[in-house]
């Protein structure tokens, strides 16, 4: 990686993921596109021009019957610790400076040349090919809490960031603290409509926060953790295949 330094962030939100929960049912993906104002997509089988913030990939460990056995692993953007996007941007159109360390992307700023999209390890980062067009009367369902992307600029799950505005909104109306919200007062849409409890969203630095123990788990893991990228998202597995598949472990390998 880069020796591009990034700052440490007194809340630092991120998200834990059991695997073996996951159903592969992709509620997550839905609500992610109806929260983000995600357009239906003219051509969503072509994978290389669809945009899917959180995507939600089949694994399988290539096994003959009876040893067959798959698992589902949801993909949000991993808001890196130490980002690959941020250090090849050269207009700043994303940048590791947003309180709770969360990735943040300007679209006004981007240029659409996606050097980003290529340093990605993670395929989160998607390009507006086509003009955003929603079919008459889908219009309804536009959230006024997110723009629409013009087409030609880069995109990507922003962990909901709206949400905290509105959780820091409702804690200081309520004469709370809005800089330490309570566990569940900020989710993110994949987590509050995942209906077998696979993601869990929070604090990472919060002991008040269930994220702050599940990620002490001895089968979490981060995707490609090797690199260096440091993710704010963690994986939980007890299949060591699952774990292998995340970080590309060769088959003679031990994980770690």
Known sequence: MS?????EFPITWGMVIDIDKCTGCGACMA???????????PEASNKLRSTSWML????TNDKAFPDHDVA??????????NPPCVSVCPVVATDKNEDGGIVSQIYPRCIGCRYCVAACPYHVRYFGWYDPIWPEGMTKTLSPLTSVRPRGVVEKCTFCHHRWNLAKDAARAAG?????????AYVTACVQNCPSGALTFGDL??????????IKSPYAFRLLERLGTKPQVYYISRREWVRKLGDNYLKSEKTE
Do not use: I, W
């Open 205 to 214: 630095k919060n002991p008040k926060h269930k994220v702050h123990e599940l």
């Open 56 to 59: 939600v990939y089949e694994l």
């Open 176 to 184: 709370k603290d809005p800089e330490d919200l309570p566990d569940g």
């Open 72 to 81: 589902f692993l949801p993909r949000p953007c991993q808001q890196c610790g």
């Open 3 to 7: 020796g591009h330094s990034f700052k």
């Open 31 to 41: 609500s992610c596109q109806t929260e983000n104002n995600v357009n239906p997509q």
